[in-house]
């Protein structure tokens, strides 16, 4: 099969690689329907992340063509999405809600590697949750969304508290950013700031949501959001960046007893104890419990209540892969869609 692989920092290649075969009786083989890439796949290929002939893709959707004796809750012909971490969903992390921290986790990002004609996915029952029907092809951008980044703003939103009644702050307009304005809305935010210095990205935050626009940083965009708030400060404030200029501006956004959800993957970033102790706000975070929300996002893209399919704003076949890496790390593209 065709997949991609990244030989070093900055270097991918699209090449043959091995079919995945069933090797646990809890796994399934699924045939990717679409791919796409990620902004946490530009932390190897900018060097930050190790990278050495790494299998990259963490978002799948597609077709089960093969499942272990084990399996019992998809089959083949199934179409399937699936969370980029894998979890047995039935641990007494997974029955809290928090199958990121499955006691079996596995990070489908550089080990499976679903930027591929098919993948091997491990705990298929728990990690992979069957669409009612084959979707129409409208559909599945959207569904492959569900997979990372509308799972991950949803979290983001849902820690954060969002919800009627709340004034919602998103610092960050990439995919996930904008999967947060989306899913603010969802769950019925009075009021959603999007901080946001791109046309084209505040464009589509409106289309999700947002009653605001932001467009100053740092000190500038706290000031700009405690003027929108009567000097209080949001109540529930989303990350989606994970850079310490926007760790400290989300922090700072909030107000005292607000609820901050920090989903940016944050590298480098300090946080002074004395800083977050004078805050005096609720702070949850870290790598999505998508699987908690598949289900009913499935269900809601199905119904066609959502479209978070519009997040990916440039399309590319799979083997032009090192295009859709470069237009993402040069910030021409949102998110990159690659078809199969």
Request: aromatic share 6%; with cysteine; net charge negative.
């Amino acid at each position: 099969m065709r997949g991609v692989v990244m030989y070093k920092a900055g270097d991918v290649r699209v090449e043959d690689r091995d079919d995945p075969k069933i090797i646990e009786p809890t796994d399934a083989v699924v045939r990717l329907t679409a791919t796409c890439i990620c902004g946490s796949d530009l932390w190897p290929y900018r060097g930050v992340e190790p990278a050495d002939h790494t299998a990259m893709g963490h978002e799948y959707a597609g077709v089960v063509e093969e499942v272990g004796s084990d399996v019992k809750n998809v089959k083949v012909g199934d179409f399937v999405v699936g969370s980029f971490v894998i979890s047995d969903n039935t641990c007494e992390i997974c029955r809290s809600g928090y199958q990121s921290g499955c006691v079996h986790r596995e990070f489908v990002a550089q080990t499976v590697g679903t930027q591929a004609e098919k993948a091997r996915i491990p705990h298929a029952d728990g990690t992979l949750v069957a669409t009612p029907g084959l979707p129409d092809p409208e559909l599945i951008p959207s569904l492959l969304a569900a997979s990372d980044v509308l799972g991950t703003g949803w979290y983001g939103a849902v820690a954060a508290e969002a919800g009627p009644g709340k004034t919602v702050a998103v610092v960050g307009d990439g995919a996930v950013g904008l999967m947060a304005v989306l899913a603010a809305q969802q769950l019925g935010a009075e009021r959603i700031i999007a901080m946001s210095r791109h046309p084209e990205r505040q464009e589509l935050a409106r289309f999700y949501g947002a009653t605001d626009i932001v467009e100053e940083r740092g000190d500038e965009g706290v000031a700009r959001i405690k003027e929108l708030t009567g000097g209080l400060g949001a109540h529930s404030v989303v990350e989606a960046v994970g850079t310490q200029e926007s760790t400290m501006q989300a922090i700072n956004s909030t107000r005292p007893g607000g609820h901050l959800g920090f989903v940016g993957v944050n590298y480098d970033v300090t946080i002074q104890g004395i800083e977050l102790f004078f805050a005096g706000i609720h702070v949850e975070g870290g790598p999505a419990p998508v699987r908690r929300f598949l289900p009913d996002l499935i269900q809601l893209i199905w119904d066609r209540e959502i479209d978070p399919g519009k997040v990916f704003d440039l399309t590319l076949p799979l083997d032009e892969a090192a295009e859709g890496y470069q237009a993402m790390d040069e910030r021409r593209a949102t998110k990159v869609l690659l078809t199969l």
